[in-house]
């Protein structure tokens, strides 16, 4: 692995010819908490008998599934695996010069290719759960309360797969994105993978999260990766790059009026983000923002449906607190993908402690794998 990615090809996941990987010159893997993984990989081209050797691989074209993985501390770790959605090349007058590239999604693109017209009874959850073994993931679903009945109003869907499974879960203030293991086979020439899809809150929340009550949110780190700004010379600084931003202008409040089902009488709701604060004793997005800031919304459904949706609007604004950070897998000895909890410090005591990645850009050549990451936290530390 002298370039820094293992790049695997096929339904097989087998490890691309040492030709072919001698040939890579950039990957590069773009993630999110919520939006679907996307990939690049450039090679470069040169001629053969008057043909293009890399772009005739049968490895590399259109629909082929690529995986892209790397080394961290003994094990593998996979950036993305989904299927070839484009290819464009530069062909330069000689051959020298020339380049080719692959760019895809991960396998979310294959749940967005048809539009279904479908109405649907039960738990969001439990259809979510149907959908995801129609793609053969293994899946991690949480039970979503309202439960949709012909009588009341059914589930209805009017839109692709990926849409309707993502609207699902910004509705009842969940995450949807696709995790995937790898590790080598017993012969070296392919990857075993296990490709999971997730319909959970990231992060958990506590038992009662929705309630003013609840614990604070358990922002426990899940990696050993510590970013490290600025610290003492002997701490090591492992970035390069490092803002912070806070919004303070999002809502923080929401009152509203929907249509009782079953009696047909306006119903009034409120609601407002109660998740609890990653900062134990913390201010959040309410205490600093004082002003009134009210959510717009509406809605289709019944009360129950409006106060979900509204608790899962304000819940996704109120994480007002952001940062981006640069560097390397060298600089951190490690690899940072979304979802991941993570420490930083050096920020001072109100800003230092857990966030959690949001998106992380995965730059990888021959030089080193370079990581642009960013972060989010819904609270702040108390003042001194």
Same mark, same amino acid.
């Given at each position: 692995?002298?370039?820094?990615?293992?790049?695997?090809?096929?339904?097989?996941?087998?490890?691309?010819?040492?030709?072919?990987?001698?040939?890579?010159?950039?990957?590069?893997?773009?993630?999110?908490?919520?939006?679907?993984?996307?990939?690049?990989?450039?090679?470069?081209?040169?001629?053969?008998?008057?043909?293009?050797?890399?772009?005739?691989?049968?490895?590399?074209?259109?629909?082929?599934?690529?995986?892209?993985?790397?080394?961290?501390?003994?094990?593998?770790?996979?950036?993305?695996?989904?299927?070839?959605?484009?290819?464009?090349?530069?062909?330069?007058?000689?051959?020298?010069?020339?380049?080719?590239?692959?760019?895809?999604?991960?396998?979310?693109?294959?749940?967005?290719?048809?539009?279904?017209?479908?109405?649907?009874?039960?738990?969001?959850?439990?259809?979510?759960?149907?959908?995801?073994?129609?793609?053969?993931?293994?899946?991690?679903?949480?039970?979503?309360?309202?439960?949709?009945?012909?009588?009341?109003?059914?589930?209805?869907?009017?839109?692709?797969?990926?849409?309707?499974?993502?609207?699902?879960?910004?509705?009842?203030?969940?995450?949807?994105?696709?995790?995937?293991?790898?590790?080598?086979?017993?012969?070296?020439?392919?990857?075993?993978?296990?490709?999971?899809?997730?319909?959970?809150?990231?992060?958990?929340?506590?038992?009662?999260?929705?309630?003013?009550?609840?614990?604070?949110?358990?922002?426990?780190?899940?990696?050993?990766?510590?970013?490290?700004?600025?610290?003492?010379?002997?701490?090591?600084?492992?970035?390069?790059?490092?803002?912070?931003?806070?919004?303070?202008?999002?809502?923080?409040?929401?009152?509203? @009026?929907?249509?009782?089902?079953?009696?047909?009488?306006?119903?009034?709701?409120?609601?407002?983000?109660?998740?609890?604060?990653?900062?134990?004793?913390?201010?959040?997005?309410?205490?600093?923002?004082?002003?009134?800031?009210?959510?717009?919304?509406? @809605?289709?459904?019944?009360?129950?449906?409006?106060?979900?949706?509204?608790?899962?609007?304000?819940?996704?604004?109120?994480?007002?607190?952001?940062?981006?950070?640069?560097?390397?897998?060298?600089?951190?000895?490690?690899?940072?993908?979304?979802?991941?909890?993570?420490?930083?410090?050096?920020?001072? @005591?109100?800003?230092?402690?857990?966030?959690?990645?949001?998106?992380?850009?995965?730059?990888?050549?021959?030089?080193?794998?370079?990581?642009?990451?960013?972060?989010?936290?819904?609270?702040?530390?108390?003042?001194?």
């Amino acid at each position: 692995m002298g370039f820094g990615a293992i790049i695997a090809s096929g339904d097989n996941n087998e490890l691309l010819a040492q030709d072919l990987t001698d040939c890579v010159t950039e990957v590069r893997v773009e993630q999110s908490l919520d939006e679907p993984t996307k990939f690049a990989i450039r090679f470069q081209e040169d001629l053969e008998d008057g043909e293009p050797r890399v772009m005739q691989s049968p490895e590399l074209q259109c629909e082929q599934i690529i995986t892209v993985a790397v080394e961290q501390k003994g094990a593998l770790v996979c950036l993305v695996r989904g299927p070839i959605t484009e290819r464009q090349s530069s062909l330069t007058l000689g051959g020298p010069g020339s380049w080719y590239e692959i760019r895809g999604i991960d396998r979310r693109v294959e749940m967005s290719r048809v539009c279904y017209q479908t109405c649907w009874e039960g738990r969001a959850s439990e259809v979510v759960s149907q959908i995801f073994g129609l793609y053969e993931f293994e899946s991690e679903v949480q039970e979503t309360t309202r439960v949709y009945e012909e009588s009341t109003g059914t589930l209805n869907q009017r839109a692709t797969d990926e849409d309707f499974v993502k609207s699902l879960a910004r509705n009842n203030n969940l995450s949807f994105w696709i995790s995937v293991t790898v590790e080598a086979d017993s012969t070296g020439s392919a990857l075993t993978v296990e490709e999971t899809a997730h319909f959970t809150a990231s992060p958990p929340r506590p038992e009662g999260g929705n309630s003013s009550a609840a614990p604070a949110l358990s922002l426990t780190p899940s990696t050993d990766v510590v970013l490290r700004v600025n610290v003492a010379k002997e701490q090591c600084q492992n970035v390069s790059g490092f803002e912070l931003n806070q919004n303070a202008e999002q809502p923080t409040t929401f009152n509203g @009026t929907a249509i009782d089902d079953r009696s047909v009488e306006p119903q009034t709701t409120s609601a407002q983000d109660n998740q609890p604060p990653v900062v134990d004793g913390g201010e959040t997005l309410s205490s600093v923002a004082t002003a009134e800031r009210t959510l717009c919304l509406t @809605t289709a459904g019944n009360q129950e449906e409006l106060q979900t949706k509204s608790e899962s609007a304000l819940s996704e604004a109120g994480w007002f607190v952001t940062a981006s950070a640069t560097t390397t897998a060298h600089m951190l000895q490690g690899v940072l993908q979304p979802h991941d909890v993570i420490q930083v410090e050096g920020l001072g @005591t109100r800003d230092s402690g857990a966030y959690q990645v949001s998106a992380v850009t995965h730059t990888i050549n021959a030089a080193d794998h370079h990581q642009e990451v960013q972060l989010r936290r819904n609270s702040i530390g108390p003042a001194a």
